[in-house]
Each structure stands twice: as structure tokens, then as C-alpha cells.
């Protein structure tokens, strides 16, 4: 006789080990560690007992666990193995990898920390999904793990690329145990990836990838401050600490510059920033929010104290991007890069990123004259990553 129904499936709670709750004919439910609940049926084929998995529960109801059972058992009658028959239709109809990915994803979040199902999230949809995540889980080869990893090494995430390698293992395991895919194909490409080797501070210096970052922080859910801090480094490429440390009172918005003292400067020298029309509605939205207080980006604990450190980074990290492909400093290289690129005057450049040489620079233009040089570059660049911007949500939406 049955023994399950509905009712009692919604009944059963995590309890931290692996329990089996029969129904009949041999199909059970099975939870997991995690908390997941998954269809089984258990049957003998030529004197070996053998089990096939139907699906999680509540994806697959009673009704068509049952239903499954009884069409696995109508093969197993005629005297053939009903798991040859399940795998063709896996491999046929199957189940997409984003679904699988999304049902170990949420089983994980019973444990996970919330950062960390940030990252993980950002991870698949950043890089994996576009790749395949539609695709059948049991068609998925190691050359398309592969070609996907190896568009994130051109980008020289190579760190990233063996963190994703990993995600995607765990979620084809999660499949294994599920029994929507034979075996996990992650499992010979690990020496197939480039070694991560430690360098400079890691940067984005691709065209197209800067419009997809400068979207992804217009995108970024968290606090507004660190959205602003985020833009802000964009735009002006200033250090994180002087950007941390800004001040309301340093700010001039009828002369549209944020002059920094030279105490808070790594070369302690006076740093006059001009700032673009981007810039400087960055500053506006952020009044209504912090304009009373110290900081133009003060800290979440106290209105008087700085932003930490870590704010602007743990946002890239939540935002998918890892230490070996963007940092809070990246962002100076970013700018430096592509400015140097479009044929922007490199003293003026340097000048703008107050590096040491720029004494010299001083000395070669009088006041007013320099600061309209550096207006003008920062003004470009702000509309460049506007026009970035704009083509990589062209890009997606495919127009």
C-alpha cells in the first residue's frame, strides 16, 4: 500500500542526515545532508539490486513519481534494465544545467553564507549560463566546460576560471546523485587550466569588459554608498584610500574639482581632481544620504568614520569579479590603459593619476592651462565609459 502522500512530504524537515521515507513498489523519497528531497526507485535487474533517481520533490510530484515508477516497471516486466531507456531520455529530453544549478543553489543556501550565494550566483550567470545553461545537463561535454573556462583566462581570470571549474563540478556531483547525468566531465580539466600566478593589481582593460562592469555597478543591489564609491572610482581613478577618505567640505561644486590635501596624498602633494558631469551627479544622489555627515562615503557602523577598506572590494567580489581580475586599485590601471590607448597625452595622464613624475609635469604648464588639460581628459573619459556602457547593453539585448 502507499504510504506517502502529499501532506506528509511537505511534512518532513532537514535533519541533517541522509533519510529514506518509502512509498511503494519501491519508490522512496530520499533526503539529503543539505536538505533536498529527491524520488528513487529500487528494483532488481538480472539478480542486482539497482536504483534510478526520478527527480526532487516538489519539481516532481507523488503523482508523477509514481507515474515514473509505474512506466520504469512496464520495461522492467518485458526483461530490459530500465536505466538504459532513462538515460536516452535524459540525454534526449533532458533536464537544462541551469536548472539543475539552481536547485543545488538553493538546497546549498540551508548552509551557505549569504556572501557567498552572491558570489556563486554571479559566477554562473556571469560566465557559465551564456555558455550553456540551457543546454541538457547530460549533453554538456568537457570541450564545452572547457572552450567556457577559456574565455575567462583571456580575460586573465585565471583564479576565477578554477573557481568556476568548481562550482560547475559540484553542480554535475549534484546531478550524478540526482540521477539526471551519469558523471561529472569537470573531472579531468583541472590541469587543462592556466596556473594562477600572482602579479600586479588586477585590472579590467578590455573595452567590453568595462561596459559590462560600468552596468554591474549601475545593477549592484547593495548599499548606495558603495554603489557610489564604485562609480566613483570609475570615473575619477583616484586611489581607494583618498576616494575612502574624500571629504564633503573638499569638495567644489561650482568649480567642479575635489581638491585632496597633501596630507592624505601617497605623494604629499596637494591633488586637484577635476570632476565630469558623471562625477559629479554621483556626489549629488549621495547628499540627500551622507551630505550632512563627514564623508562623502562614510562607513555603514558610523556616519563618522570612513568606508572600510574592504567595502568597494567585497562589492566586486559580490558582483562575480575575482581578486585576479579587478581590485579596488584596478581601477587606476583600468583608466591609465584605455586613456593611454585612445591616444589621451600620457604627461597629462600621469599628472591626472598624481604619480611621483608629475612634479615635472607642473613645471610645464602654467596653472590654468593644466587644469583645463586634465578637465578635458576626465570629461572624455567619463563619456567613454558612457559610450561603453551603452554598447555592452546593446551587445546583450542584441541589437
Known amino acids: 500500500m502507499p504510504q506517502l502522500t502529499e501532506v506528509k512530504l511537505r511534512a518532513i524537515k532537514p535533519s541533517g542526515k541522509i533519510e529514506r521515507f518509502h512509498d511503494a513498489k519501491g519508490l522512496y523519497l530520499e533526503t539529503s545532508v543539505a536538505g533536498g528531497k529527491y524520488w528513487r526507485w ?5 539478480g542486482k539490486e539497482k536504483r534510478l533517481s526520478l527527480g526532487s520533490w516538489p519539481d516532481v510530484s507523488l503523482k508523477e513519481a509514481r507515474d515514473k515508477r509505474d512506466d520504469y516497471r512496464r520495461i522492467l516486466q518485458k526483461g530490459e534494465d530500465p536505466s538504459p531507456a532513462k538515460k536516452k531520455q535524459d540525454i534526449t529530453g533532458g533536464t537544462s544545467f541551469r536548472t539543475v544549478a539552481e536547485i543545488w543553489r538553493e538546497n546549498m543556501g540551508n548552509i551557505w553564507a549569504e556572501s557567498h550565494i552572491v558570489t556563486v550566483k554571479g559566477r554562473l550567470e556571469l560566465d557559465v549560463y551564456p555558455a550553456f545553461g540551457e543546454k541538457p545537463i547530460a549533453t554538456i561535454t ?10 575567462i583566462e583571456e580575460r586573465r581570470a585565471f583564479e576565477t576560471a578554477s573557481r568556476v571549474l568548481g562550482i560547475c563540478s559540484l553542480v554535475f556531483r549534484y546531478g550524478v546523485a540526482s540521477g539526471v547525468v551519469d558523471s561529472d566531465p569537470c573531472r579531468d580539466l583541472r590541469g587543462a587550466l592556466v596556473p594562477h600566478q600572482k602579479g600586479q593589481h588586477a585590472a579590467i582593460v578590455k573595452p567590453k569588459e568595462v561596459g559590462a562592469l560600468m552596468r554591474t555597478i549601475d545593477d549592484y543591489k547593495g548599499s548606495a554608498v558603495v554603489r557610489g564609491a564604485l562609480a566613483f572610482s570609475a570615473l575619477t581613478f583616484c586611489r581607494p584610500g583618498e576616494i575612502r577618505h574624500a571629504e564633503w567640505q573638499e569638495i567644489d561644486f561650482e568649480n567642479r574639482e575635489w581638491t585632496i590635501p597633501a596630507a592624505k596624498m601617497k605623494t604629499r602633494v596637494e591633488h586637484r581632481v577635476p570632476l565630469s558631469r558623471q562625477a559629479l551627479e554621483v556626489l549629488r544622489a549621495l547628499q540627500p544620504i551622507t551630505g550632512t555627515g563627514r564623508y562623502v562615503f562614510p562607513s555603514p557602523r558610523s556616519k563618522d568614520k570612513p568606508l572600510s577598506e574592504n567595502g568597494v572590494l567585497a562589492a566586486l567580489r559580490n558582483m562575480g569579479y575575482e581578486k585576479d581580475q579587478m581590485t579596488a586599485h584596478g581601477f587606476r590601471a583600468m583608466a591609465s590603459t584605455l586613456l593611454n590607448e585612445r591616444g589621451c597625452r600620457a604627461d597629462v595622464i600621469e599628472a ?7 612634479d615635472k609635469i607642473r613645471a610645464v604648464y602654467n596653472r590654468a592651462q593644466y587644469m583645463e588639460d586634465r578637465r578635458q581628459l576626465m570629461q572624455e573619459w567619463a563619456d567613454y565609459l558612457d559610450e561603453l556602457r551603452e554598447s555592452s547593453a546593446k551587445g546583450l539585448s542584441g541589437s
Open 42 to 46: 529500487k528494483y532488481s535487474f538480472e
Open 352 to 358: 591626472q593619476l598624481a604619480h611621483k613624475g608629475a
Open 142 to 151: 568537457p570541450q564545452d566546460i572547457l572552450a567556457m573556462l577559456r574565455k
